[in-house]
């Protein structure tokens, strides 16, 4: 059985998070291991954006950059 994780996101976050490659499972295996909330995300976000591929163009490498830099 699935289990359902309370992500504290709406549904449009949470959609335009998963089209950049974001797992919530990933983040829920970080949070398991000691992670803060925040940084679990931030790690799972940037798996999630280079796990196929470098950002290539600039408007990814400015998400990459912003999500780096928080």
Do not use: C
Request: no cysteine; glycine share 8%.
């Amino acid at each position: 059985m699935t289990n359902i994780h309370n992500l504290g996101m709406i549904d449009t976050e949470y959609a335009k998070l998963i089209a950049q490659g974001y797992d919530p499972n990933l983040e829920q295996q970080l949070l398991e291991l000691g992670e803060s909330l925040d940084q679990a995300r931030k790690l799972a976000r940037i798996v999630g954006l280079t796990q196929d591929k470098a950002p290539q163009t600039d408007q990814e490498w400015e998400e990459f950059m912003a999500i780096w830099g928080d």
